[in-house]
């Protein structure tokens, strides 16, 4: 009877074990894509309120933003130009798709967004925050539509941007 007991323990026991292997890592990338999307609405937030240090904070001291290839530096005097262009600016997007390496330590994301001015209103963007595609056939031509792509690194347990490439929709696509 001994031996039957300790050998059900045992198969339950790798039966529970597996499966924390492999609830783990999934609970872990959820966390991950959670963890980005919240880094990503901290930026909205953080260029609503044209708080350049804030934005800073969230990128790596490497940063690159595409397509022109600027550091933090030109990145700094960059978006005090677009401040400046839009006064107050709501940043409005939908849900980011965020994409976690295998490594677990690097990810990428890619989002549509509209910069308004902060009076502009789209009701309808809140009902279709899930479906990129409609979000952006809502906006037609109403704004200035981009799509951002990141890629970022995990640093002590923190997500920063490294590079973040910026597209404006021309109305036929995304690109310049």
Known sequence: MGHIMKHRFL??????????????????E????????????KGAGHA?????????????????????DVDRREVRRI???????????KVVYPRPGV???KDGN?????????????DQSFPKLNELVNDPQKWVQEVGESADLYRLKLRL???????LVNQAQIE????????D
């Open 11 to 28: 198969h339950v026991f790798l039966f529970f074990s597996a499966l924390a292997l492999f609830i783990i890592p999934c609970c872990g």
């Open 99 to 101: 994409e976690i390496e």
């Open 106 to 118: 690097h990810a990428s994301a890619q989002f549509p967004f509209l910069i308004v001015k902060r």
């Open 30 to 41: 959820k966390d991950d894509v959670s963890a980005i999307r919240s880094l990503i609405k």
């Open 48 to 68: 609503e309120k044209h708080e350049m240090d804030g934005i800073l904070k969230l990128a790596s001291d490497d940063l690159r933003v595409l397509p022109c």
């Open 168 to 175: 404006r929709f021309t109305g036929l696509g995304f690109g």
């Open 153 to 159: 690194s995990k640093s002590s347990g923190e997500w």
């Open 79 to 89: 978006r005090w130009l677009a401040f400046r262009h839009y006064g107050d600016l």
